[in-house]
C-alpha cells in the first residue's frame, strides 16, 4: 500500500494494525539505544595490544629516544606525525598530534580564533558579527561549539557530492562569514563523500574576510563499511595549487580505530596557521599524554597496518548496517513515507521520514524503549526546518537488539505518518 495515495478507510484500517503492533513492542518495556555512534564492545576488543604494548620490558622511548613518561614534545611523537601526514596530505612539520580528542581541539581553535584572530586580524570577539557555513544535515557537535561562543549558523544544503557551493562561494562574500564545518568523507550522518569537484571549489574559495577558515573533521578518513573504501581528493593540495594555503585546517583521531576517549587526536594545517596554534599550545600544556601516542606508534607501525586494523571494524559493523538496511527495505520500501542512505563508510545511517513527522517518530520509538538521536540534532539550533531527519547509529547495540530496535523504528515511522496523513485528510 502506497500510504500517500490510499483512502481514508484504508488509512483508517492500517492505523487499527499498526497500532496494535506498537503497543505490543509498548508491553515489552524494552531499553534499546541507537542514539549514538559508539564502537560496540566487540570492536573496542580489536584494540587490545594498547594494553600491553608499552611496559618496563618494552621501555618507554619513542624512535628518536624521546622518554614518553616525561614533560615536553609540545606537538607530539614523530612516529605518529608519519602516520597522520599519509592520512592528512600534509608535510609532519604541519601536524600537531595532541590528546585524545579532535573536538577539542576544533574547540580550542575556535576559541583562539575568538580571543586572538588568525592571520594578524582582530579576535572575532572584537568583530562586528561572527558566522559560520554549516552543510546540513550535519555534526550536531559542530554546531554546539557555534552556538556556545554565540556565532550564527548559516544553513547550506549537503547534496549527494557535498555541500551546495553555488550557495557558499555566495555566502563568502560577506566579511562576517569567517568559517565552515565539513565532514567531507562518509559524513555525519548522510554518509556521503565530497566529490573532485567540490573540494576543489573549497579550496579555491576567495572569502571576502582574510581571516576565514574551514573546519576539515575528518573524522572518518578510513571507515568503510563494505570493503572499499571512498576516495577524497586532497584538500591542502588543491589549496596550495590556488594560492590557498591558510585556508584549510585538517583534523582527525582514532577514536573510533582504537578507543573512544582514549585515542589520538590531530590537526594538521600550513606553516603559518600552524606557528599561530602551537603559541596558544605553549600556554595551555607542557604537551600531550606521549605514552598514550606511544602505544598507538607501536601498534600502527605503517599505514598498512592501520588499513588492516579497519578491516576487521568493518567486518564487524557491515553485518550491523544490513541488518538495519534490510529491515527498512522490508517494511517501509513500497509505502512512500521514507527514505534512507545506503553508506559506504562511516558510522550512520540518515532517515527521511515524512516533512513534519521525526519528532513525533523519535518520541514515539521512546515511549516504546527505543531512544534515538533527538530529531533535529542533525541542524543548527536543533531546529529542522522539515522535521524529517533522524540520525541512526547502529553500531553499538548488540545483533539481537539492533533486530528488535529496526522493527520497532519502522512500526513507529509507519504509526507517526498514519497520524499525519490522518489529521491532514
Known sequence: MNYCTASREELEKEFCRIKKEYDEFCDKKMSLDMSRGKPNPEQMDVSSELFSCVSIERGFQNETGIDCRNYGGLDGLSELKK???QLMGVDT??????????LNMMFDTVAQAMTHGFGGEKPWLLQEKVKFICPVPGYDRHFAICEHF???????????????????????????????????????????????EIVKRIAALKPAAK????????????????GKTDTLLDIYSECIKRG??????????????????????????SPQN???????????TIGPDK?????????????????????RHAAILKPKFEIVLQTLNQQLSNLEIAKWTNPTGGYFISLYVLNGCAKRTVELCKQAGLILTPAGATFPYGTDPDDNNIRLAPTFPMMDELICASKLLCVAIKLAA?????EKQ
Open 150 to 196: 554565540g556565532i550564527e549558523m548559516i544553513n547550506v544544503k549537503l547534496n549527494s557530492d557535498g555541500p551546495d557551493m553555488d550557495s557558499v562561494e555566495q555566502l563568502v562574500k560577506d566579511p562576517c562569514v569567517k568559517g565552515m564545518w565539513c565532514v567531507p568523507k562518509y559524513s555525519n550522518p548522510d554518509g556521503i563523500t565530497y566529490s573532485d
Open 83 to 85: 602516520l597522520f601526514s
Open 244 to 269: 590557498n594555503e591558510d585556508l584549510v585546517i585538517i583534523f582527525t583521531s582514532t577514536s573510533k580505530i582504537t578507543f573512544p576517549g582514549a585515542g589520538v587526536a590531530a590537526e594538521a594545517a
Open 291 to 311: 605514552l598514550n601516542q606511544l602505544r598507538h606508534a607501536r601498534i600502527f607501525t605503517d599505514i598498512e597496518k592501520l588499513y588492516q586494523h579497519m578491516d
Open 93 to 102: 612539520s604541519q601536524i600537531i598530534v595532541g590528546g585524545n580528542s579532535s
Open 274 to 284: 600552524v606557528t599561530e596554534i602551537k603559541k596558544r599550545m605553549s600556554f595551555q
Open 418 to 422: 498514519l497520524e499525519h496523513l490522518l
Open 211 to 226: 581571516d576565514f577558515r574551514v573546519f576539515w573533521d575528518n573524522a572518518y578518513a578510513i571507515h568503510h563499511i563494505n
